[in-house]
């Protein structure tokens, strides 16, 4: 399967670095608003109005970028890939006399920006919309393999207790299975390489320790404040268990996101936070430029190869 996507690592980092959500005890004649403090109607009325010099569409990250993404298949290299996979993975399953969906994408990934949900919640609509919840379009795109059977198990390689499977009929299966068969044609391990995620993590909690971004986690925390909202990190915030838990977005999580935004537009927080995660990163790169370019090439050449094999399937 193809790596995931920025978003998803970004996830993984905040994890990593064990950060929670920090909520005050409510003040004398404040509401609770989905276990922050703030009056509910102030709140609501000031990111209503401190949002509107964001205009309608607009996204933080737009023009902005980082040094590893260079060396990060994008969304739609990374949709045709894992598609390809599908393909080639539902061959292999026909020489066994087994049938399969792969659920092919019918239309380009609508990833606005690799960097979308990088820094927590960036752009003013989603937020309106979905709150710290990603938009349903915005979903990784991933193969529909079955959880168990024996179309699963051929797939995978394993049985359904999870134990190596080495034939399927009497014939020899592939080592991991008819996806690790179609990993393998698509460029096998240096599709799975991950310096250049590690490079972005590692970067990732360099720069959250730098003076100058602490410094915008302050002034961040401090507009949140004025709007209701208590949060030491914009990362704590989208991270908070209060919108992870549910389905849907509260209206209580859509006036923070909208909040959350306001001040990142307010501070010109994004630019700053970037540059100093840049300058971390250029060190990094610098030292892995040799595997990391070799990933990045393999990346482009099962990019030819997968969009050629869509075309004919």
């Not at 030491?232 to 838990?245: D, F, K, M, N």
């Not at 977005?249 to 307010?266: M, N, P, R, Y």
């Not at 100093?276 to 190869?305: G, M, N, T």
Request: with cysteine; glycine share 8%.
């Amino acid at each position: 399967m193809a790596k995931g996507s920025v978003q998803v690592r970004r996830a993984i980092a905040v994890a990593l670095a064990g950060t929670a959500a920090l909520c005050t005890s409510c003040s004398a004649g404040s509401q609770s608003v989905g276990g922050m403090t703030g009056n509910v109607s102030s709140a609501q009325a000031s990111t209503t109005v401190s949002a509107a010099a964001l205009g309608p569409n607009r996204s933080l990250v737009a023009g902005l970028t980082l040094p590893v993404l260079s060396y990060i298949p994008d969304a739609a290299t990374r949709q045709d890939v894992t598609a390809a996979e599908g393909v080639l993975a539902a061959r292999c399953l026909e020489r066994y006399g087994l049938h399969w969906s792969a659920n092919l994408p019918d239309g380009p990934p609508s990833v606005a920006s690799e960097l979308d949900r990088e820094y927590g919640i960036s752009d003013l609509k989603a937020a309106q919309e979905y709150g710290y919840h990603l938009p349903p379009q915005a979903r990784t795109y991933s193969l529909a393999v079955p959880r168990s059977g024996v179309v699963a198990s051929a797939l995978r390689g394993v049985d359904d207790d999870n134990k190596a499977l080495t034939s399927v009929g009497g014939r020899p299966l592939p080592e991991g299975g008819c996806l690790g068969e179609a990993r393998r044609q698509m460029g096998g391990v240096l599709l799975d390489d991950l310096t250049a995620d590690e490079i972005l993590l590692a970067a990732s909690r360099q720069a959250n320790r730098d003076p100058v971004v602490i410094a915008l986690f302050r002034d961040w925390s401090a507009c949140m404040s004025n709007e209701g909202f208590q949060y030491s990190s914009p990362l704590v915030a989208i991270g908070s268990s209060r919108w992870t838990a549910g389905k849907s977005a509260s209206e209580a999580e859509i006036h923070t996101a909208v909040a959350d935004v306001s001040c990142k537009d307010q501070l010109h927080m994004l630019p700053k936070w970037v540059s100093v995660e840049s300058h971390y990163e250029q060190v990094l790169v610098a030292k892995d430029d040799r595997r990391l370019s070799q990933a990045i090439r393999a990346w482009d050449s099962a990019d030819v190869q997968a969009r050629a094999l869509l075309a004919d399937s």
